[in-house]
């Protein structure tokens, strides 16, 4: 059973800095990775989708990593801003016919002016 | 209307009440997702929905009724809820099992 974890469950940054989210799973055999971010009491926004033969993922200045073979995935934010204050959740797809994907708890970034 | 659209975006109910959240994509694709997310808790898939078949029913009560008529819209459908399943009912689309999910922006349900 695939079990995603997300380090830390909270983050606190001024403005401007570089910053790491992490995100872990058990079963390396996973089709694909995405991330989201969910702002207080809406859904979810997906941001980047790596796919399991890919090695990263840039949109803007965010850029996701993925190493299938120890189980990690790392979202980097670069020069934060207030206005990525948001929850970000990471879900790993593990393929087959089950369309399942298993979400991490998300880690609480908030970026101070 | 573009993306995922899901109406209401707030329900109140009774625990006798019968209440139908609504979920319309339009993004053409063949997929669809209910998902619960209660607080503390990570999202957890409800059902799934591929070429208007059911797919994937994860253990849900059956209290829950999915229905979905037709590739561009999806149902569930509500009846003697318990005040434990009041929480943020998200519904998702995709192209195919493999391919980037998109998400509405919920039904905040509160069950009373």
């Known amino acids: 059973k695939q079990e995603v974890t997300q380090i830390p469950a909270a983050l606190s940054v001024p403005e401007g800095e570089n910053l790491v989210l992490n995100c872990s799973f058990t079963?390396?055999?996973?089709?694909?990775l995405q991330w989201f971010r969910q702002d207080p009491g809406k859904g979810l926004t997906s941001l980047l989708l790596?796919?399991?033969?890919?090695r990263e993922q840039t949109s803007g200045r965010l850029n996701a990593s993925l190493d299938k073979s120890s189980g990690r995935s790392t979202l980097y934010i670069a020069a934060s801003q207030p206005g990525d204050s948001a929850t970000y959740l990471c879900?790993?797809?593990?393929?087959?016919?089950?369309?399942?994907?298993?979400f991490g708890k998300g880690t609480l970034l908030t970026v101070n002016p | 209307e573009t993306g995922v659209t899901q109406t209401p975006r707030h329900l109140v109910m009774g625990m006798t009440n019968k209440k139908s959240l609504k979920c319309e994509q339009h993004?053409?694709?063949?997929?669809m997702y209910w998902y619960k997310q209660s607080a503390k808790k990570p999202l957890e898939l409800m059902f799934v929905?591929?070429?208007?078949?059911?797919?994937e029913n994860n253990s849900v009560p059956s209290r829950f009724s999915p229905e979905c008529p037709n590739s561009s819209h999806l149902f569930l459908h509500l009846h003697t809820l318990q005040p434990e399943d009041s929480a943020l009912y998200l519904c998702?689309?995709?192209?195919?099992?493999?391919?980037?999910?998109?998400f509405g922006p919920g039904t905040r349900l509160t069950v009373l």
């Open positions: 790596i796919q399991s033969s890919q």
């Open positions: 993004l053409g694709h063949n997929a």
């Open positions: 879900a790993a797809n593990s393929g087959g016919s089950n369309y399942k994907l298993t």
């Open positions: 998702a689309s995709s192209q195919g099992a493999y391919n980037e999910q998109f």
């Open positions: 079963d390396s055999a996973i089709y694909n």
């Open positions: 929905y591929s070429l208007e078949e059911r797919v």
